[in-house]
C-alpha cells in the first residue's frame, strides 16, 4: 500500500537517450555508444564537457541537499515522544550524512574537490533541495517529511539508480535503500498520531497541510508540455541521467499518495485532487511556482537560518577534518616507510610488539 519501490526497467518514458544533434563530436562516438546501449559511463571514459558540469551541478547540489536535511529532522532528536522514536530519527538523521557522503564521493570522480564544492554551497553559488527551507512545528512534521519528502526524494531517485554515470547510478541504489525505510518509518509514525487522540490527528493534518505543496515542488518546475525544452530536462534526458520529466515524476508521487493519505485518514489539502477515469491518473490544482522559485532564491521561511547553521558547524569541524587529515597522511607515510623495508625487516616488525610511544 505504502511502498515506493523499484520502477520496472521498462516504463513509459524512458525512452533509449540518444544524442540532441545528429551530428556525434569527433570522440565522442563511445560516448554515446554506452549512452544508447544503456551502458554506464565511468570516470576514465571520455565525456562531453557539459555532461561533466552538468553532473558536478546535480550531484553536488543532491549531495547539499542530503546534510542540509539532517537540520530540520536533527532539531528534534532531543524531543522525540520515545526512546524508540528517539533512536529511529538518530538513525535516519545518520543515514542522511551518509548519503551526502556517498554523493560527495560520485562528485569526486568527476574530477571535482569535495572542498571546493562545500564552498560553493556556503557562498551560495550552488544551492540545495527548496523543502528543507521549511520549519518543523511540531512532532507530527518528522512522521510527514518521512512520508511526503522521503517519499517524493524516492519517487525521483529511483530512476537516478539507471542513470549513465556509473557512480552516481551506484551511490542511488544504497541511498534509495534506505529511502525506502526511510518513508515507511514516517508513514508509521504518522498513522499513530491519527490514531492517537484528537489532538494528535488534529496535529498529523496540520503538518500535512504544510508540507503538501513543498513536496510537489520538489520535483523542479514544469518541464513537459508548453515548458518542455526550457531548463536542463531535454539534455539530461537524451545523456541518460535523468529518464522521466519533472512533471511524469511529480504526477506519479501524486497517484502515489493519494491513496496512502486515505489508508492515513488525512485529506490532502488540494479541492482540485481526483481521481480521472480516463486519464488513469490523479488530477491535482496548480502549484504556485513563484514560491519555489522565491524559496531557490533564498528567501524561503528557513534559508538564513539553515546556511548560517551550515557555515558554522563547517567551521566549528575543522579540527576534525585537520585530525582526519593528519591521521591519514601518518598511516600514508607508515604504509610508505613498510613498502620500502625488505620483507625480513617487516616480519621482525611483526613480531615485535607495539611500544606505546
Ligand atoms: N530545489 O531544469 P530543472 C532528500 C533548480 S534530498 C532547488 O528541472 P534539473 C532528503 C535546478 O537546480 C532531495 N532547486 O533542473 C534529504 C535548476 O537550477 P540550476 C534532493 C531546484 O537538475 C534528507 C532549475 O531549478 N534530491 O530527499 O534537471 C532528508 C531548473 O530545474 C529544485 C535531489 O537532489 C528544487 N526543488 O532537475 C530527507 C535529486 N527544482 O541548477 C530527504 C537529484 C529545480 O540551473 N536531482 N531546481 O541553477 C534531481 O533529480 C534534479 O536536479 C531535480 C531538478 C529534479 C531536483
Same mark, same amino acid.
Given at each position: 500500500?505504502?511502498?515506493?519501490?523499484?520502477?520496472?526497467?521498462?516504463?513509459?518514458?524512458?525512452?533509449?537517450?540518444?544524442?540532441?544533434?545528429?551530428?556525434?563530436?569527433?570522440?565522442?562516438?563511445?560516448?554515446?555508444?554506452?549512452?544508447?546501449?544503456?551502458?554506464?559511463?565511468?570516470?576514465?571514459?571520455?565525456?562531453?564537457?557539459?555532461?561533466?558540469?552538468?553532473?558536478?551541478?546535480?550531484?553536488?547540489?543532491?549531495?547539499?541537499?542530503?546534510?542540509?536535511?539532517?537540520?530540520?529532522?536533527?532539531?528534534?532528536?532531543?524531543?522525540?515522544?520515545?526512546?524508540?522514536?528517539?533512536?529511529?530519527?538518530?538513525?535516519?538523521?545518520?543515514?542522511?550524512?551518509?548519503?551526502?557522503?556517498?554523493?560527495?564521493?560520485?562528485?569526486?570522480?568527476?574530477?571535482?574537490?569535495?572542498?571546493?564544492?562545500?564552498?560553493?554551497?556556503?557562498?551560495?553559488?550552488?544551492?540545495?533541495?527548496?523543502?528543507?527551507?521549511?520549519?518543523?512545528?511540531?512532532?507530527?512534521?518528522?512522521?510527514?517529511?518521512?512520508?511526503?519528502?522521503?517519499?517524493?526524494?524516492?519517487?525521483?531517485?529511483?530512476?537516478?539508480?539507471?542513470?549513465?554515470?556509473?557512480?552516481?547510478?551506484? #551511490?542511488?541504489? %544504497?541511498?534509495?535503500? !534506505? +529511502?525506502?525505510?526511510?518513508? =515507511?518509518?514516517?508513514?508509521? &509514525?504518522?498513522?499513530?498520531?491519527?490514531?492517537?487522540?484528537?489532538?494528535?490527528?488534529?496535529?498529523?493534518?496540520?503538518?500535512?497541510?504544510?508540507?503538501?505543496?513543498?513536496?510537489?515542488?520538489?520535483?523542479?518546475?514544469?518541464?513537459?508540455?508548453?515548458?518542455?525544452?526550457?531548463?536542463?530536462?531535454?539534455?539530461?534526458?537524451?545523456?541518460?541521467?535523468?529518464?522521466?520529466?519533472?512533471?511524469?515524476?511529480?504526477?506519479?508521487?501524486?497517484?502515489?499518495?493519494?491513496?496512502?493519505?486515505?489508508?492515513?485518514?488525512?485529506?490532502?489539502?488540494?479541492?482540485?485532487?481526483?481521481?480521472?477515469?480516463?486519464?488513469?491518473?490523479?488530477?491535482?490544482?496548480?502549484?504556485?511556482?513563484?514560491?519555489?522559485?522565491?524559496?531557490?532564491?533564498?528567501?524561503?521561511?528557513?534559508?538564513?537560518?539553515?546556511? #548560517?547553521?551550515? %557555515?558554522?558547524?563547517? !567551521? +566549528?569541524?575543522?579540527?576534525? =577534518?585537520?585530525?582526519?587529515? &593528519?591521521?591519514?597522511?601518518?598511516?600514508?607515510?607508515?604504509?610508505?616507510?613498510?613498502?620500502?623495508?625488505?620483507?625480513?625487516?617487516?616480519?621482525?616488525?611483526?613480531?615485535t610488539p607495539e611500544r606505546v610511544a
Open positions: 500500500m505504502y511502498g515506493n519501490d523499484f520502477v520496472p526497467a521498462e516504463t513509459p518514458g524512458t525512452a533509449a537517450p540518444a544524442p540532441l544533434d545528429a551530428e556525434v563530436e569527433p570522440g565522442l562516438e563511445d560516448f554515446w555508444r554506452i549512452v544508447r546501449e544503456d551502458g554506464r559511463i565511468e570516470p576514465r571514459d571520455v565525456m562531453p564537457e557539459d555532461y561533466r558540469a552538468s553532473l558536478i551541478r546535480q550531484i553536488a547540489q543532491h549531495a547539499h541537499s542530503e546534510i542540509i536535511g539532517m537540520q530540520p529532522e536533527g532539531a528534534w532528536i532531543s524531543r522525540a515522544p520515545s526512546l524508540r522514536r528517539k533512536a529511529i530519527l538518530m538513525a535516519k538523521v545518520q543515514d542522511e550524512a551518509g548519503h551526502g557522503l556517498y554523493l560527495y564521493a560520485a562528485a569526486e570522480t568527476l574530477g571535482v574537490d569535495r572542498a571546493e564544492l562545500l564552498d560553493q554551497l556556503h557562498s551560495g553559488r550552488q544551492k540545495y533541495s527548496s523543502i528543507f527551507n521549511y520549519p518543523t512545528l511540531t512532532w507530527a512534521d518528522i512522521g510527514t517529511i518521512g512520508w511526503l519528502v522521503d517519499g517524493a526524494a524516492i519517487v525521483n531517485q529511483v530512476p537516478l539508480c539507471r542513470c549513465s554515470y556509473g557512480p552516481y547510478a551506484r #551511490a542511488m541504489i %544504497r541511498v534509495c535503500k !534506505e +529511502e525506502s525505510f526511510h518513508q =515507511r518509518q514516517g508513514f508509521e &509514525a504518522l498513522h499513530t498520531l491519527t490514531h492517537g487522540s484528537p489532538a494528535q490527528k488534529e496535529m498529523a493534518q496540520d503538518a500535512v497541510n504544510r508540507w503538501w505543496w513543498p513536496s510537489l515542488m520538489m520535483f523542479g518546475p514544469h518541464d513537459s508540455g508548453a515548458a518542455a525544452g526550457q531548463g536542463h530536462t531535454a539534455k539530461s534526458m537524451a545523456w541518460g541521467v535523468k529518464r522521466f520529466s519533472n512533471d511524469d515524476l511529480r504526477q506519479r508521487f501524486v497517484d502515489m499518495t493519494a491513496p496512502q493519505a486515505e489508508a492515513l485518514g488525512l485529506t490532502l489539502p488540494d479541492p482540485d485532487l481526483r481521481w480521472n477515469e480516463q486519464r488513469g491518473h490523479y488530477d491535482f490544482g496548480e502549484i504556485d511556482f513563484t514560491e519555489l522559485f522565491e524559496v531557490i532564491r533564498g528567501n524561503g521561511p528557513c534559508n538564513a537560518e539553515r546556511m #548560517a547553521h551550515r %557555515r558554522r558547524a563547517h !567551521e +566549528e569541524g575543522a579540527w576534525v =577534518r585537520e585530525a582526519a587529515l &593528519a591521521y591519514a597522511e601518518k598511516q600514508a607515510q607508515k604504509q610508505a616507510g613498510k613498502q620500502a623495508q625488505s620483507p625480513v625487516q617487516q616480519d621482525a616488525e611483526r613480531r
